[in-house]
């Protein structure tokens, strides 16, 4: 007779609970994901509001050239907390810089892939007619040996796009385009067979018989529905093109000199790697812990938005 | 069977025509042509001379079947002539380096054998020691071991090689000085002595590459391994009394190997092509450095060759792994 003795005032009528709070709550379960969002956020912080705080350009050189060779690969000091480069510019600012290149780089190159390969697995799943055709294009670009590939891409149109949008921008489109067009296979074979298995439910078969055109089933039947598979490969998609795009950097395919990325900072520091091993490890440390994190983030995700895992 | 290994035969001609058409064109596309490189004083005709040398003076699609003739029937043709000692090819064209001169599948042949030993000697240990960490893991699930284990294949492929590879040679080559940090390919193994210096070479590329593979495969066995662990045969051989061990390895483990051997196959071009950035690093003068070296001097016919030899091997490795699929699963059989 327990029940009895709790007071009608203590019983209370649970608030209904959105499918994303349940989300949040089993996310928090997974400590390592956990851990991994707080470090990310805070290496956002560092390279989002740290250029803020640490006022320093990371492409400023002295122009006195006796005051420059003095500036010029220095330890640790208060003035730069990680030392200078070979031509006097403080590694801090150069490694929160980067960083902003390395995280916009990889999330829009994400975002590129996510949108065209959610469009062709929807396209591919819904529609019968095109099916085919599309899975065949997807086998072949799995079929492609995808790092030759981006060199080889890199190599010949960087030259032609920095010519037509500048140096920073059209490297920057052209890494962004390139990673995206040679990444959204995994994700449309997601949302394919997602979409293959929403099609044949009652809700969707509901909303077609009152005569929803196939436009609007699509983006408020189907596409709501996707979204959580969708999430997963977005966070892992970030993972990888963090490290495509430092792969690109690192073998000197990547972006100018000028205008540094984690990748290309490491590429830089290996010349002097001997002397000043620092220059290698910062920046590596922080592609990995960033990688590390989002990976982590990933497999949170996917066990928290896993309906068989939920509540457990 | 039969029927499924020759339909995806036949279905992977398609594959490799259209991926060698996107690789021939866009290649062929490149602004970084050696036509551009000829100096202005050289008189036009002398011009259409050295173009008609280079075979670059015919129309694009013409030069892509001649290219496809060359890839397809004429350097077979050399590789069997070089194998039985016969005159088959007849002096036919090959696919000739523009940097070099030399036939690309020559300086393919010369450039293999470095990638394949480091490559493949790291894939090895790389399986070897990702069974037994992914197998245990599963085995006990949430434990220390576990929780070490997981950790230690996300690290190992978040943790990007040319960081690692550059961390080793810092750490163990530069600070302690025990290996060398530049592969010596002139070496040749005759006596204990120089077996010692190419172990010596290889430990850190090999371990570098090891540890990568070593964190994707354990990962699959771990997966796969808690997959059939929770299966109802799992529980009939325990009731049946039999022991851990023979639960574990007999029942359990040549179940959850199906998916992992197909892993391994469709991770093998990756033997291959995903080295080029360990061969940078460790200065290894093997095919991915070939490829970087033409990239950067334009050398157009070793840049196409490479990379649909790449595709090839993708293509190749994608049907063994079906039809590996197919023979070890009988569930999954596609007649």
Redesign the interface.
């Known amino acids: 007779m327990t029940d009895a003795t709790i007071p009608p005032a203590a019983v209370k009528i649970e608030r209904p609970r959105s499918q994303w709070r349940d989300v949040w709550t089993q996310f928090r379960q997974h400590k390592?994901a956990m851990v991994a969002l707080v470090l990310l956020i805070l290496i956002a912080l560092f390279v989002v509001v740290g250029p803020l705080i640490w006022r320093i350009d990371p492409n400023f050189i002295e122009s006195d050239p006796v005051k420059m060779i003095r500036l010029r690969n220095k330890g640790p000091t208060w003035d730069h907390p990680l030392g200078t480069d070979q031509l006097g510019r403080d590694i801090l600012a150069r490694i929160m810089f980067g960083g902003r290149i390395s995280l916009a780089v990889a999330t829009v190159a994400m975002l590129v892939a996510i949108f065209i390969g959610t469009t062709v697995g929807v396209l591919a799943g819904y529609f019968r007619k095109v099916d085919g055709i599309l899975m065949?294009l997807t086998?072949?670009f799995?079929?492609?040996?995808l790092?030759?590939?981006l060199?080889?891409?890199m190599?010949?149109f960087r030259?032609?796009a920095a010519a037509v949008l500048g140096p920073s921008l059209g490297t920057f489109l052209l890494i962004v385009l390139a990673i995206g067009v040679t990444s959204w296979m995994h994700a449309s074979r997601i949302v394919r067979g997602e979409v293959l298995a929403l099609k044949e439910r009652e809700f969707v078969l509901a909303a077609r018989s009152i005569g929803t055109p196939s436009r609007r089933i699509i983006l408020r039947h189907i596409l709501p529905n996707v979204l959580s598979p969708v999430l997963v490969a977005a966070t892992l998609g970030i993972?990888s093109a963090i490290?495509t795009e430092?792969?690109l950097s690192?073998?000197g395919?990547g972006f100018p000199p000028d205008f540094p990325t984690w990748?290309r900072l490491?590429f830089d520091g290996?010349d002097a790697?001997?002397t000043y091993?620092d220059r290698?490890?910062w920046p590596?440390v922080a592609?990995?812990l960033t990688?590390?994190c989002v990976?982590?983030i990933g497999?949170g995700l996917r066990d928290a938005l896993d309906p068989r895992v939920r509540g457990r | 069977m039969l029927t499924f290994t020759l339909r995806r035969l036949l279905l992977a001609i398609p594959t490799l025509l259209l991926i060698s058409a996107v690789i021939f064109f866009m290649v062929d596309f490149a602004p970084g042509s050696p036509m551009s490189d000829i100096p202005l004083t050289v008189p036009p005709e002398v011009r259409a001379k050295m173009m008609a040398a280079m075979g670059a003076d015919k129309p694009v699609h013409i030069r892509y079947i001649l290219w496809m003739k060359q890839f397809f029937w004429n350097e077979p043709l050399y590789g069997i002539d070089a194998l039985l000692g016969t005159d088959f090819a007849q002096g036919a064209q090959r696919i000739i380096s523009w940097q070099s001169k030399v036939p690309v599948f020559q300086l393919i042949g010369e450039r293999l054998p470095q990638t394949l030993t480091v490559m493949g000697t790291a894939y090895l240990i790389g399986i070897l020691i990702a069974l037994p960490i992914g197998i245990y893991s599963a085995y006990r699930q949430y434990s220390w071991f576990d929780l070490a284990g997981t950790f230690f294949s996300t690290m190992g492929f978040s943790v990007p090689t040319f960081f690692t590879g550059n961390l080793l040679i810092l750490i163990f080559a530069v600070k302690m000085g025990w290996f060398p940090t530049i592969y010596d390919t002139n070496l040749r193994v005759t006596d204990w002595d120089s077996f010692y210096r190419m172990a010596m070479q290889m430990a850190l590329p090999v371990t570098v590459l090891a540890l990568f593979n070593a964190a994707e495969i354990s990962r699959y066995t771990r997966a796969s391994v808690l997959e059939n662990l929770n299966q109802d045969y799992v529980r009939t051989a325990r009731a049946k009394g039999m022991t851990e061990k023979t639960v574990l390895l007999k029942h359990v483990l040549r179940n959850s190997l199906i998916p992992v051997v197909t892993i391994i196959a469709l991770g093998l071009p990756t033997v291959f092509g995903g080295a080029i950035v360990t061969e940078q690093i460790f200065k290894i003068n093997g095919i991915g450095a070939a490829l970087i070296g033409a990239i950067h001097v334009s050398d157009l016919p070793v840049i196409q060759t490479i990379t649909f030899i790449f595709a090839v091997l993708i293509v190749l490795f994608n049907l063994i792994a079906d039809i590996l699929y197919g023979i070890l699963d009988p569930r999954i059989r596609y007649d």
């Open positions: 390592g065949r086998d072949m799995l079929a492609l040996p790092l030759p590939l060199l080889v891409m190599f010949l030259d032609a993972a490290i430092s792969v690192f073998l395919l990748g490491l290996v790697m001997r091993p290698v490890v590596g592609i990995s990688v590390l990976n982590y497999d």
